[in-house]
């Protein structure tokens, strides 16, 4: 399946934003920050969720009620994320490639990504009274390590 | 004895001999230190903006805060515990680096702003503005330093790691 995504990365690296990214000094400690401080904000709203689903952290707030409120900034983060994660990966596309710890974090990345959108967001927006409450675990701990193994990976790209 | 005479010292105790010297070790910790600060920084990040009045506003002001905090001190433990094994394993290349020193700097503003807004009577007296609309103007910018040093700490934290 990886090597099917081969003319994906080089395409990737042809791309005028790589060659920006690659070509300037600042630019990818500029931009590999602020990814760093998306995660933060995006990792802080979602920790709060995950925790309230499983009966910890804010629990005189209903799990409803904390998602409408912290979902735009998981959200917002996560797309912060994707733009400039997508514009490190572009300045090195051939390295993600044969990188291990790359092809851990994208085979995280898109599980994640589809579970936050779908079976997390219906789950997190039921009536509590009614739901499972195995339901609320297994989204929670799903999430939790999901994003923990994206970030693990991200971080071990550099050291593989 | 200085304190460069003293990160130099503490580069050649066994601790710090053995993170430099193992391949995972440094990779291992980094990564908790990572997620610590997810758990820790993050989680701060949502209390600042309710001292700030800006997310569940709806909610006690109060309520917020002492329902984060333990979470964020326990992240903030495990960063501590990893940070300072970061450090140890390289003191004398932290000594001499400059993004290293601000994050010490604003992590100790950080600390300071804790401490000074925990004195105020504002903090003492929460439960009077709990429910308020608009924050007195103390809570909001106790949130706003702590955003602002706890970003710079981010982003000196990662640009500790390059040579410029």
Same mark, same amino acid.
Request: hydrophobic share 50%; proline share 3%.
């Given at each position: 399946?990886?090597?099917?995504?081969?003319?994906?990365?080089? #395409?990737?690296?042809?791309?005028?934003?790589?060659?920006?990214?690659?070509?300037?000094t600042?630019?990818?400690? &500029?931009?590999?920050t602020?990814?760093?401080?998306?995660?933060?904000?995006?990792?802080?709203?979602? $920790?709060?969720?995950?925790?309230?689903?499983?009966?910890?952290?804010?629990?005189?707030?209903s799990?409803?009620?904390?998602?409408?409120?912290?979902e735009?900034?998981?959200?917002?983060?996560?797309?912060?994320?994707?733009?400039?994660?997508?514009?490190?990966?572009?300045?090195?596309?051939?390295?993600?490639?044969?990188?291990?710890?790359?092809?851990?974090?994208?085979?995280?990345?898109?599980?994640? &990504?589809?579970?936050?959108?779908?079976?997390?967001?219906?789950?997190?927006?039921?009536?509590?009274?009614?739901?499972?409450?195995?339901?609320?675990?297994?989204?929670?701990?799903?999430?939790?390590?999901?994003?923990m193994?994206?970030?693990?990976?991200?971080?071990? $790209?550099?050291?593989? | 004895?200085?304190?460069?005479?003293?990160c130099? #010292?503490?580069?050649?105790?066994? $601790?710090?001999?053995?993170?430099?010297?193992?391949?995972?070790?440094?990779?291992?910790?980094?990564?908790?230190?990572?997620?610590?600060?997810?758990?820790?920084?993050?989680?701060?990040?949502?209390?600042?903006?309710?001292?700030?009045?800006?997310?569940l506003?709806?909610?006690?002001?109060?309520?917020?805060?002492?329902?984060?905090?333990?979470?964020?001190?326990?992240?903030?433990?495990?960063?501590?515990?990893?940070?300072v094994?970061?450090?140890?394993?390289?003191?004398?290349?932290?000594?001499?680096?400059?993004?290293?020193?601000?994050?010490?700097?604003?992590?100790?503003?950080?600390?300071?702003?804790?401490?000074?807004?925990?004195?105020?009577?504002?903090?003492?007296?929460?439960?009077?503005w709990?429910?308020?609309?608009?924050?007195?103007?103390?809570?909001?910018?106790?949130?706003?330093?702590?955003? $602002?040093?706890?970003?710079?700490?981010?982003?000196?934290?990662?640009?500790?790691?390059?040579?410029?």
């Amino acid at each position: 399946m990886w090597h099917l995504l081969k003319p994906f990365f080089q #395409w990737s690296e042809t791309l005028w934003v790589g060659h920006f990214v690659a070509g300037n000094t600042w630019a990818f400690p &500029v931009i590999e920050t602020t990814h760093i401080l998306a995660l933060t904000v995006m990792f802080g709203a979602m $920790i709060l969720i995950d925790l309230r689903l499983v009966g910890l952290g804010m629990r005189k707030e209903s799990v409803s009620l904390l998602t409408r409120n912290l979902e735009p900034y998981m959200n917002w983060g996560l797309i912060v994320m994707l733009v400039t994660g997508f514009m490190l990966f572009s300045s090195e596309a051939m390295k993600c490639y044969v990188n291990d710890g790359f092809r851990l974090k994208m085979e995280l990345l898109v599980p994640a &990504v589809l579970f936050q959108f779908t079976c997390f967001r219906w789950v997190t927006r039921q009536d509590e009274a009614r739901r499972p409450r195995v339901l609320g675990w297994a989204a929670s701990v799903l999430s939790t390590v999901l994003w923990m193994g994206v970030g693990v990976c991200g971080r071990a $790209i550099g050291f593989v | 004895m200085s304190l460069l005479e003293i990160c130099q #010292w503490l580069q050649t105790t066994p $601790i710090s001999v053995s993170i430099r010297e193992s391949s995972l070790m440094f990779p291992l910790i980094e990564g908790t230190h990572l997620l610590a600060l997810g758990l820790s920084t993050g989680t701060i990040v949502v209390s600042d903006l309710r001292m700030m009045g800006l997310v569940l506003k709806k909610e006690s002001a109060s309520d917020v805060l002492h329902q984060i905090l333990p979470w964020a001190i326990a992240g903030y433990f495990v960063m501590v515990v990893t940070g300072v094994l970061l450090f140890l394993s390289e003191p004398v290349k932290c000594y001499g680096n400059t993004s290293f020193r601000y994050k010490l700097l604003f992590l100790l503003l950080a600390g300071i702003n804790v401490a000074v807004f925990h004195s105020t009577k504002v903090y003492r007296r929460m439960n009077e503005w709990e429910h308020a609309d608009n924050p007195p103007r103390a809570a909001k910018l106790a949130g706003l330093i702590s955003l $602002i040093s706890w970003g710079i700490v981010i982003i000196a934290g990662r640009t500790t790691a390059y040579h410029f």
